[in-house]
Structure formats: structure tokens, C-alpha cells
Nanobody
Framework: QVQLVESGGGSVQAGGSLTLSCAVS??????MAWFRQAPGKEREGVAV???????DYANSVKGRFTISKDNAKNTLYLQMNSLKSEDTAMYYC?????????????????WGQGTQVTVSS
């Protein structure tokens, strides 16, 4: 059983930065990803990193967000720069034990409880 706990959310003005963290019980054996869900919208994949460290991003965040992991600390990160009001959402980290990179939520077995990010314009 993989356990995930997010932190680092908060309120920030447009153009600002935030770094989200996700403490993971088994980071080295899983493909990890960040998703987000805004009120009234479907959950969408933001960024993913596989066991080899290869990353993919949603087009909406390319060049602004960076996903990374520290295997020694069992922690997944999402560095978010140049934040926009449309980035406002609940952010979730997720893990899948088998399989490669995906930004489809149904491919993930384990989820954190989420951390809220609010960007004001």
C-alpha cells in the first residue's frame, strides 16, 4: 500500500511561485504524478515522472511547472512558477506501481488527500 501526503499549497498572487511536496511511502517503485481539479471541472493531469526520471507535462503548464523527486527523502515535488488564476485548483499527487508515464487519472492506484492552490489576479 502506497501512502501519499501533500503539503505546500496556499494563496499566491498571479505571477508568483509555490512548491508542492508529497511525502511518499514507496517513491522508488512507482511512476508519480501531479493532478489538479478545479470546482466544476474534471481532474486533469499536470505532470508525471517515471522511475527513470523522465518527465511529461500538460501543455498548459509546460515551461512553468517542474516535477521532481528525491528518492532519499521519499518526496515528490512540483515547482510552480509564473502562476495564473487558471492554475487555481486542488492539487493531488498520485502513484501507480506498474506502467509508464500517463496523465490519465484512471491509470493511478494511489492518491493523496490534496492541497489547495489559489492564485489571485
Amino acid at each position: 500500500q502506497v501512502q501519499l501526503v501533500e503539503s505546500g499549497g496556499g494563496s499566491v498572487q498571479a505571477g508568483g511561485s509555490l512548491t508542492l511536496s508529497c511525502a511518499v511511502s514507496q517513491i522508488y517503485s512507482a511512476t508519480m504524478a501531479w493532478f489538479r481539479q478545479a470546482p466544476g471541472k474534471e481532474r486533469e493531469g499536470v505532470a508525471v515522472i517515471d522511475t527513470f526520471g523522465i518527465r511529461d507535462y500538460a501543455n498548459s503548464v509546460k515551461g512553468r511547472f517542474t516535477i521532481s523527486k528525491d528518492n532519499a527523502k521519499n518526496t515528490l515535488y512540483l515547482q510552480m512558477n509564473s502562476l495564473k488564476s487558471e492554475d487555481t485548483a486542488m492539487y493531488y499527487c498520485a502513484a501507480r506501481g506498474l506502467g509508464g508515464r500517463s496523465l490519465t487519472s484512471g491509470m493511478y492506484n494511489y492518491w493523496g488527500q490534496g492541497t489547495q492552490v489559489t492564485v489571485s489576479s
